[in-house]
């Protein structure tokens, strides 16, 4: 191994013990915020791969996000399946609606794409008004109590060992990803698309993958959250759901792989603080992206990339 | 003869024997009491769809608890409240939820948007806070969420639809089509109406469910059947205001049948609106008449000065802000049961919060008075839901007129929970 790859790994998996650490020592409404960060920072990491690596600018990622809120959800309602193999039935389920999606809507590109995905997740969020007697509909389902999380443990333990786990399982899939020929690949296709097929590479198959990834993580993301916090309901399958990540990304920098994680935990605390003190808190996150956009284009890692620490993945 | 500070007088010494012993007298009240003041969350909606909800809910609150601490807080404690908005998301709301227990509040209540409710009562329940909704959905009831979630400010939606069908059926007509949202609200319209019309002798011809992205509505009129006696609608959001004048255009000055709706359809709208003249001489369901009307109660007339409601239902600085007078009072109701159900437990302090949601289980009735302006209730401590009178009201000059006024029996329904049973 490289002496690059040595510091690459030691980092990240310096952060996870970091993150472990707060964990444990973090007074329990932090732990539980940390808890929904690690959780949507899953998502963001998902989307990462669509956008920050490959370029694919999806606005329908909340159809994934709420397939796998509902893959885990349902079955734990109606058949009383225990959490865990919820999750990954969750995970499943929104990788296999991106694979469908993204079998339809790859064939387009572009501001295309970004219509195509949008229509698909609106479909998906009237799909689940249309069988509210099941889903819950507008007003949503309550999840089993968060006691049965794993057994024997604290909800709040459980939590966060949860949350944790899926984190770090996100973050190292995406750091070998994107370390990989695939991953590389991806890049390619981001920065010129035709070049690639030039050199043999077949878009379409590279960008699915992507998406497909991109679709697993966001289910795993999706089915943590309605199971660690107890709701699931279609308000997350709304275009707020799809923006949300874009955002994370954005402001964590995009085709970074730490990005999502900072992004994140800044847009969380960026808005709870703003909530106390001011009604438009959208405003403030809007002032913040634009900010950002004029001075650190790429993100708060993907600046510092830029500036010296060319090492960051 | 010089005064020694460092030696007491014989008065002074006496003086602080006398202190003593009275001070060991009460000692629970010297040394338990605590002049903290109690601290209210607010889950309020702010921002988002709720919004137009959120700015009376805040301002009842306000009034509310100005009047609370005027009179000398509770249990002697001066009374605040910690507003935060949840922007009328469930994920949002389980967060604020959090932050407002972590924040040292005694309590939280406020939520109306069901969604919101159904998303942060796990949370509620597990942080072991109580949660006190002031929602009139039916998921209290039904058995949905958990201990620590009550209702004791507003009667539910399944109650509220019930009791309007005896008189529906009596006076209106007994063939009834219904127009509603296709998704959750209007499902608990569709069931419990059908169900109670059903009971009255009456039933339901005809059930249009219109999909939430429709703006337009003309397609869906022609599926009205024209036996239709009684047209029941309760359409939501700024979708009402084409929904209505769609509906004029399609009868046109012929005959109609009667018409009967939720006042949810227009909470902050004012009826007199260019493009509601249609709605002249139709019937809606009312909590609480937003027009003044003969024979309103002091209390009521004293309720409706402090939140700051004219006569007409706006408020008394903006004639164009119409309130949401038939769901705020819930807020004033609930802060008064607050009062009441901590100094019925004798609550101290945040390890007291059981005791509090017993105190509240233990209540029954709730005469009318200063604390509950809508009119006397009935509090169910198994189903932790409260019922009380429902109004039905008639367009006249632009206007909403009482033309009767429900019984609580009409709005009664079998428990279908029974929340004391289950663990804190």
Redesign the interface.
């Known amino acids: 191994m490289k002496a690059k790859d040595t510091k690459i790994w030691i980092a990240h998996l310096a952060v996870l013990a970091a993150l472990g650490v707060l964990l444990a020592v973090l007074p329990a409404y932090h732990a539980t915020n940390l808890a929904r960060i690690l959780t949507l920072a899953v998502f963001a990491t998902g989307y990462n791969l669509a956008f920050g690596y490959t370029g694919l600018l999806s606005l329908g990622h909340a159809l994934f996000f709420a397939a796998g809120v509902y893959g885990a959800a349902l079955p734990v309602t109606y058949w009383g399946l225990s959490p865990l193999p919820a999750i990954a039935l969750g995970c499943l389920a929104g990788g296999g609606l991106a694979t469908l999606v993204g079998l339809l809507a790859l064939r387009t590109a572009g501001v295309s794409f970004m219509i195509v995905t949008l229509m698909f997740a609106q479909a998906g969020y009237l799909t689940l008004l249309y069988f509210g007697q099941i889903t819950g509909g507008d007003e949503g389902l309550v999840m089993p109590d968060a006691t049965a999380l794993i057994p024997g443990l604290s909800p709040d333990t459980a939590r966060a060992v949860i949350a944790f786990t899926l984190f770090a399982i996100a973050l190292l899939v995406s750091l070998i990803v994107i370390r990989s020929r695939l991953g590389r690949v991806m890049v390619a296709m981001r920065e010129n698309e035709e070049r690639s097929r030039m050199l043999g590479y077949n878009p379409f198959t590279v960008k699915l993958s992507a998406l497909v990834l991109s679709g697993l993580f966001a289910g795993a993301a999706g089915a943590g959250y309605a199971l660690l916090f107890g709701y699931a309901g279609a308000s997350f399958a709304t275009i707020q759901y799809s923006i949300l990540p874009m955002l994370y990304v954005l402001m964590g920098g995009a085709g970074t792989t730490l990005g999502p994680l900072l992004g994140t935990a800044a847009m969380f605390y960026l808005v709870d603080g703003a909530a106390r003190i001011t009604t438009a808190t959208l405003l403030v996150v809007g002032v913040a992206l634009v900010l950002l956009i004029l001075f650190a284009p790429k993100g708060i890692l993907g600046t510092l990339r830029e500036r010296g620490a060319r090492w960051i993945p | 003869m010089k005064k020694d500070l460092l030696v007491p007088s014989r008065r002074s010494v006496l003086k602080g024997m006398g202190a003593g012993i009275v001070a060991s007298a009460f000692p629970g009240y010297t040394w338990a009491q605590s002049s903290a003041p109690i601290k209210l969350g607010f889950q309020l909606h702010?921002?988002g769809i709720g919004a137009a909800y959120g700015r009376w809910y805040e301002r009842t609150a306000q009034a509310a608890l100005k009047g609370v601490n005027d009179a000398g807080g509770i249990g002697g404690r001066p009374v605040e409240i910690l507003f935060?908005?949840d922007?009328t998301?469930?994920?949002?709301g389980?967060?604020v939820v959090?932050?407002l227990?972590?924040d040292g509040c005694d309590l939280i209540f406020g939520p109306l948007f069901?969604?919101v409710v159904?998303?942060s009562?796990?949370?509620a329940?597990?942080l072991k806070i109580p949660y006190l909704v002031c929602s009139e959905?039916y998921?209290v009831a039904s058995g949905?969420?958990n201990r620590w979630t009550l209702q004791p400010g507003i009667t539910d939606v399944r109650s509220q639809v019930s009791s309007m069908a005896p008189w529906v059926a009596a006076n209106l007509g007994k063939k009834v089509t219904m127009v509603y949202p296709?998704?959750?609200?209007g499902?608990d319209h569709r069931d419990f109406f059908t169900e109670a019309i059903k009971a009255q002798g009456g039933e339901v011809i005809a059930q249009i469910a219109i999909?939430?992205?429709e703006t337009t509505f003309t397609r869906y009129l022609p599926q009205i059947p024209a036996e239709t006696e009684v047209l029941y609608h309760v359409m939501v959001g700024p979708a009402v205001l084409t929904f209505v004048k769609e509906l004029g255009d399609f009868y046109g000055s012929g005959a109609r049948p009667q018409i009967f709706g939720f006042i949810d359809s227009l909470e902050a709208v004012d009826t007199a609106s260019p493009g509601l003249e249609f709605l002249e001489g139709t019937y809606f369901w009312e909590a609480m008449n937003r027009v003044k009307q003969d024979g309103q109660s002091d209390h009521e007339a004293a309720y409706r000065a402090a939140v700051g409601v004219d006569d007409n239902g706006a408020s008394v600085t903006d004639a164009a802000d119409v309130s949401t007078y038939s769901h705020m009072f819930s807020v004033w109701e609930t802060l008064h049961t607050i009062k009441a159900g901590m100094e019925a437990a004798g609550y101290q302090s945040t390890a007291d919060r059981q005791k509090f949601v017993e105190a509240l289980e233990a209540m029954t009735t709730m005469p009318e008075g200063p604390g509950n302006p809508q009119g006397d209730k009935l509090f169910n401590g198994k189903t932790h839901q409260v019922f009380g009178h429902q109004n039905i009201s008639q367009v006249t000059g632009g206007k909403l007129m009482r033309v009767h006024r429900t019984s609580i029996e009409d709005g009664q329904y079998a428990d279908a929970v029974d929340y004391t049973t289950m663990s804190f």
């Open positions: 702010r921002t935060e908005d922007a998301d469930p994920k949002r389980a967060e959090e932050k227990a972590n069901s969604h159904i998303g009562a796990p949370r329940g597990e959905g998921h949905m969420l296709d998704y959750a609200f499902y999909p939430p992205t």
